[in-house]
Nanobody
């Protein structure tokens, strides 16, 4: 059974750092666009970051660009989100998502629909930034 499991969330003070992990099982993420989303109370889901499968092209929400870094370790079947300089407004449940990158003739779709991802989703991990 395919599964994505997030970990690494918790309580951190403003200005602190956390690293989220997303471990995939039941499939290999080598050929998947991987993304992180978040949902804060009373707000719509926001696409935070994504990384492509082919050349590790990265995408970031303007609200986190320069503070967050997404990476992938295909050997460990895991993606990460390093979060630095955290702000209270970063408080949310963070979700990992995976979308199969597709070849269609001469075309290759790889995170091209970001911030939309169609595929597998994890259950989320809570990140709380507070004094």
């Amino acid at each position: 059974q395919v599964q994505l499991v997030e970990s690494g969330g918790g309580l951190v003070q403003p200005g602190g750092s956390l690293r989220l992990s997303c471990a995939a099982s039941g499939f290999t993420l080598d050929y998947y666009c991987m993304g992180w989303f978040r949902r804060a109370p009373g707000k719509e889901r926001e696409g935070v970051s994504a990384i492509s499968s082919f050349n590790s092209t990265t995408y970031y929400s303007p609200s986190v660009k320069g503070r967050f870094t997404i990476s992938r370790d295909n050997a460990k079947n895991t993606v990460y989100l390093q979060m630095n300089s955290l702000k209270p407004e970063d408080t949310a449940v963070y979700y990992c998502a995976a979308e199969r990158s597709m070849s269609s003739g001469q075309l290759y779709s790889d995170c091209d629909s970001w911030p939309v991802i169609r595929g597998y989703w994890g259950q989320g991990t809570q990140v709380t930034v507070s004094s």
